[in-house]
Nanobody
């Protein structure tokens, strides 16, 4: 019903910025979110928009901004003041559950990921 494709990753120095984009096709999801995962660690919620309302994680708060276009088909993650600990594979996900928020287990559709690398 829905497919998501993310892009915008890259390599930056600490303090730099990146903007990730996620394009959804098919049905409009109730939630679209950004998650990140490094090898050996559990998938971590970064930020999401559910029913038009943004939800920030502690990681995102103050540095990252999640937004959505008017058609609710594209999700963005503006990342500022990046730190080496932000280095990860970032995934876009979609859910039909309105209260999915930052719970990875409630998202059913996942992109293939885009790599973000932050050097000191």
């Amino acid at each position: 019903q829905v497919d998501v494709v993310e892009s915008g990753g890259g390599s930056v120095q600490a303090g730099g910025s990146l903007r990730l984009s996620c394009v959804a096709s098919g049905d409009i999801p109730e939630c679209m979110g950004w998650f990140r995962q490094v090898p050996g660690k559990e998938r971590e919620g970064v930020a999401a928009i559910c029913s038009g309302r943004p939800i920030d994680s502690n990681v995102a708060r103050g540095r990252f901004t999640v937004s959505q276009d008017n058609a609710k088909k594209t999700l963005y993650l503006e990342m500022n003041n990046l730190k080496p600990q932000d280095t990860s594979m970032y995934y876009c996900a979609a859910s039909q559950v309105q209260w999915a928020f930052l719970r990875a287990d409630l998202y059913n559709v996942w992109g293939r990921g885009t790599q973000v690398t932050v050097s000191s």
